[in-house]
Structures are given as C-alpha cells and as structure tokens.
C-alpha cells in the first residue's frame, strides 16, 4: 500500500506539509546539575553535534533547543518514511558508540566524565502541517503540528513499555510510510494532552538498532569475490542515497530499464533482512531478497531472474557499500558474484560483464542528476503558491 501522496507541497493558506522529528538527549538536566559545568557542557557538545550531523538528509536541522536537535523534513523529499526512522536509529547507533568511546578513551575521573554513562537517548516523530516563518536565524517551520511534536516529549513511554531508548512514531507519521498497515511491526502506544487530545503511534526500541549494527556481516561481497564491480560518488549524504536504492517510486527514476517495482517488507513488518523487491523489466523479471542490511554501511541482495529474455542477468549475489565522504557526498561501490561458478556461466559473465557495466553506469548518471536536485532544495522550504525555495532556509 502506498502512502498518501500530494499533488502539490502547497496546501490552503500558505501552509505545507512535513515531517518532524527530535533528539532529546534523556538525563541532561540532572548531568548539567550535578557535574562540573565546563566540562559537563563539553561533553555534551561533542554529542549534540554528533546528533546534528547523525540526523541528516533529507531532515534539515532546525535549531538546538538545550538537550534536544529539533529537525524537519518537506514532504515533497520523503517517498517511505521508513527511511526517516533508519536514519532516527542511526542516530542513536552513532550516540551509543560515541557515549561508549568517550568512557573507555578519557582517564578523567571527574564526576561529569563518570555521568556520561547515565545519558540516553529517546526521539519523537510527527507528520502534519507548517507554515515557513521567516527568522533571524532563516526560515523554520511553526504551527500546531510543531508543538505537538514537542509536547510529545513529555509522555509515559518509558513507564508503560520499560523501553528507555525509544522513538515515538505518531500514526500521522507512520501513515506516510509504504505499508502503514505493518506499523512497522511496532507495538502500539498513545498520550493524552488535555489541549491537544489523544495522540497515537507506534514505539520503536532504538537498542535493537544497536545489536543490528554490531551483528557481523556474513555476506559483504569483497572487491576480489566480485565479478563485476562499480564505483561512484554521489553529491549527497549516505541516507539519501540509501533511499534511492530502496524506494520503488525513486528507483523508478533512475533505474531506466526498469518498468515497475514492488517492495515488500520482511514478517516483522520493516524493511530489512528477508524483505523482497520484484522489477519489471519488460522481457524479464528480477526478484531481489535482502540478506544482509546496515543502514547506512551496506546491503546485500540475493537475485533470481526469470523469463524468457537471453539479455536477463544471471542470479547472483550483489553488495551495495556506502561510505560517507568528507566533505558530505558518498561513495558507492557496487559489487555483482554469480552464484554458479562453473566454468561456462565464468565464460559468460566475462561477454556480459562489460554490459552489466555500461548499463549500471548509465543509471548511476541519472541517479548523480536526481541527487543534484534533491540536494538544491531538500535544506530549503516551499513558498507560498510557489515551488520555488527560499534561499534564506540555507544560510
């Protein structure tokens, strides 16, 4: 199933439509209160700048406000909300490592180094509407739906499902995903507020994120397993491109031999390990299983071809690496293993092999140009009656 989709990023009175989201760093007032300040303070820097860098495209940082990184995100450059929610759970993957590396790497016995241990992390998320205020600081997005994301902070998660490390997914959110009837196999939650009324979602535990990351990867292709392998940089952070290669609608975009694409998501009811994706591609047809998932390090796929088409790839094994560039982009490197290995289907793959590379080329041209544009306007807020963006969201 879809989500809901717009014709237009504009709606009625100037307002717009978007997703909202919030890191807040749990403990923060109590670890100000009972450490040294200086230091204390540093510290948390260090992680709230790690949290603004963690929550990136196609969120746009809003402000800092004290514990917490208030971001947001224009519809018009969210296919799956579920990719927000990845990005979410990276972010509490790069708190935890950054939280574990400052412990074991200060000999500091100071109270706030100490304290460190005791900061977690819990995030909200909100899909509704906004209107672009202009600010000192540029532009940021106000309304109703805006202080209903913040009052989500102040809830009773932690008391009703013992889940300290969390993000509350409202169902306006969880609606904008491509299977919102999965609820992305969160269990269900909801807060009353007197002037607000009731508001319901779905929680995710971010520390599964975590064991996730720390699971050993067991089928990465190397560079010398590959039979094929291309390498490309893209103009953009490793989140978006990383939506590019799972979304149907954008895959459609910029894969040009493809005609149609259906995802479907795992028994868990996310997209991860054992989620499939089927394509058409006229004279014949992929079927992709995900086998081995990062986000937002690597996939691993595993193909089989069907029909009747003498040009359709072989079934295979294919590894997608993700590494994020200095100065913001990210470099793919596609690497494609046959499954059979016997010496006829070796012989073939050396014919085709030069194919499979000009094709794979071609797409990643048109994928460049679609990043180009995304990254020209994802930092930037509708106008009223206009598409056009207001520069000023940038500066």
């Known amino acids: 199933m879809a989500r809901p989709s717009d014709s237009s990023d504009v709606i009625a009175n100037g307002k717009q439509r978007g997703f909202f989201a919030i890191a807040d760093i749990t403990g923060y007032t109590v670890y100000l209160a009972d450490n040294e300040l200086l230091h204390a303070q540093g510290i948390l820097a260090e992680i709230t700048e790690?949290?603004?860098?963690?929550?990136?495209?196609?969120?746009?940082?809003?402000?800092?406000?004290?514990d917490a990184v208030f971001v947001f995100a224009p519809d018009f450059s969210v296919d799956d909300a579920e990719r927000l929610v990845e990005?979410?759970?990276?972010?509490y993957v790069?708190?935890?490592?950054?939280?574990?590396?400052?412990?074991?790497?200060?000999?500091?016995?100071c109270q706030a180094c100490r304290a460190i241990k005791d900061l977690d992390l819990k995030c909200v998320a909100h899909f509704g509407e906004f209107v672009a205020q202009q600010t000192p600081h540029g532009v940021k997005p106000v309304g109703r739906d805006v202080i209903l994301t913040h009052r989500l902070l102040k809830n009773t998660v932690i008391e009703k499902t013992a889940v300290s490390a969390y993000a509350f997914l409202t169902d306006a959110f969880v609606a904008r995903t491509n299977q919102p009837e999965q609820g992305l196999g969160a269990p269900s939650h909801s807060e009353a507020y007197a002037e607000l009324g009731t508001v319901a979602g779905r929680v995710?535990?971010?520390?599964?994120?975590?064991?996730?990351?720390?699971?050993?990867?067991?089928?990465?292709?190397?560079?010398?397993?590959?039979?094929?392998?291309?390498d490309v940089t893209f103009p953009a952070?490793?989140?978006?491109?990383?939506?590019?290669?799972?979304?149907?609608?954008r895959r459609l975009k910029w894969q040009l031999d493809?005609?149609?694409?259906?995802?479907?998501?795992?028994?868990?009811?996310?997209?991860?390990?054992?989620?499939?994706?089927?394509?058409?591609?006229?004279?014949?047809?992929l079927t992709h299983r995900w086998i081995d998932w990062q986000p937002f390090d690597f996939l691993c796929s595993e193909t089989i071809s069907t029909g009747a088409s003498i040009t359709k790839p072989p079934s295979c094994k294919a590894t997608?690496?993700?590494?994020?560039?200095?100065?913001?982009?990210?470099?793919?490197?596609?690497?494609?293993?046959?499954?059979?290995?016997n010496i006829l289907m070796l012989a073939m793959l050396k014919l085709i092999a030069p194919i499979i590379r000009r094709t794979w080329q071609g797409h990643y041209v048109q994928l460049r140009r679609l990043l180009a544009e995304d990254?020209?306007?994802?930092?930037?807020?509708?106008?009223?009656?206009?598409?056009?963006?207001?520069?000023a969201v940038s500066n």
């Not at 708190?95 to 016995?109: A, G, K, P």
């Not at 990465?220 to 094929?228: K, L």
């Not at 491109?241 to 799972?246: E, I, S």
């Not at 990254?375 to 520069?391: C, F, G, I, S, Y």
């Open 258 to 285: 493809t005609t149609e694409v259906e995802n479907v998501v795992a028994s868990s009811g996310r997209t991860e390990v054992g989620a499939s994706s089927y394509c058409d591609h006229g004279n014949y047809r």
């Open 375 to 391: 990254m020209a306007r994802t930092d930037l807020v509708a106008q009223p009656k206009t598409l056009e963006m207001n520069q």
């Open 94 to 109: 790069g708190f935890r490592i950054l939280q574990e590396q400052m412990l074991s790497n200060t000999s500091c016995t």
């Open 320 to 341: 997608f690496v993700f590494d994020e560039l200095p100065d913001g982009g990210c470099h793919v490197s596609m690497r494609v293993r046959a499954n059979s290995r």
């Open 204 to 230: 995710v535990d971010l520390s599964k994120a975590l064991e996730r990351d720390r699971t050993e990867a067991g089928y990465v292709i190397t560079p010398e397993q590959a039979d094929v392998q291309i």
């Open 87 to 91: 990005i979410l759970e990276n972010c």
């Open 237 to 249: 952070p490793r989140s978006l491109v990383w939506a590019y290669h799972l979304d149907a609608e």
């Open 50 to 66: 790690l949290l603004i860098k963690r929550l990136s495209a196609p969120f746009r940082f809003v402000e800092l406000e004290g």
